[in-house]
DNA sequence: ACCGGAGGTAGACACCGTCTACGACGGCTG
DNA sequence: CAGCCGTCGTAGACGGTGTCTACCTCCGGT
């Protein structure tokens, strides 16, 4: 038999997870976690007081995946900055478009306890990653690092977002995202030469 | 007497806007609204068969609402295209900041019947001013008009969403978002020559 | 005078989050 | 070994919600 099977915190936070990704943030109840999870409605309040703090839970579980990914990205990437940074947005396009819901939970924050929980830590170190490599691709004359990067950031997010929404690409006439992705490095960051 | 009163459909949109600026998204429910509008709680459903129904007529009000006053800048600044877009970009973020709960409700298509009650087509004349203003910024180098409006309104957008939730701040260091609204013209259009 | 539909009422249903009291069980203390 | 107490899960209740349905009431057209 399994030595460490997981606990009920565990799976309820897996079974949240599953419906996360699966049919979005409203499908995800703390009764109907409970019921995936074969335990009675009142369990999940033993680990999750409230609903909020389930979904913090998912969402953290979503940020450590997309952190993942990036920082396999980052290793699997080996190149010069520029490359780096852009296979680091590619990585965060790709999440946002393949687990919508997921990512559209991580940045619910009025559904999230964004407070007390340090979710915003959670988010942080890739925040750091994205802003490592800007630092190294400023140019003299643009904004400061941390501006630099966070507008990129923005502009990444913004695409993500609008993009998962249809309205990109309804307003630019279905051009692709790598496009707008292309168009967006290359304005913060100064065209490529080749 | 009143000649004209506003229809009970009107007074229950009204109340919707007030509440989810007031108190944001989740606060609007049919039941609240018919009880602030003085009805019984089926009574929404006769011009609101579903919650969705509701949400989307009270996004609508609210890409009015930025639309008008968008359009009131524009009327207002009456500048070089890049002056009047930076009015623009800064009356789409103050709104974001102003009315948070609207502008969340606004762009959670999850939430909205984005397809069938033509929800996008609302926001496209907007885009559309963006577009224009971007089209006569364009410089030769830069990515067709389309892509390079999309990204600069994903960009604002971004930069809207991140600030709400308080991720900006933090990442970068507590900078205003001056800051980042001026370093993602400059990237995007160019940096201004004074 | 009648009738028919539009517009609002009222009750029911299932589901939800939350609260509370209760039972089972296991490990520590005496 | 007996007893106890804390941990973990159960089960029922409450108020709130969206949705459905049956009804009622008035007003306008024939």
Redesign the interface.
Known sequence: MDVDEPGLRARLVAAGVDLVLRE???AVSLREIARRAGVSHGAPRRYFPTHVDLLSAIAREGFADLTARVEQTMRVVDADPRTRLTALARTYLDYAAAHRGMF?LM?R??LLD?GRLRL?ET??PL?AVL?DLVAQLRRP????A??????L???????A????????P????A?DDD??L???L???LG?TLT
Chains 1, 2 share one sequence.
């Open positions: 979005g943030q409203s559209e940045f924050h009025d964004s915003r988010s942080l925040f802003a004359t643009d904004a400061p941390p501006v630099l990067a966070g507008a950031w923005a502009n990444l997010h913004g695409i977002q609008l993009w998962a929404w249809g309205s990109l309804l307003a630019t006439g051009a496009a707008l292309r168009a967006t290359d304005a913060h065209p």
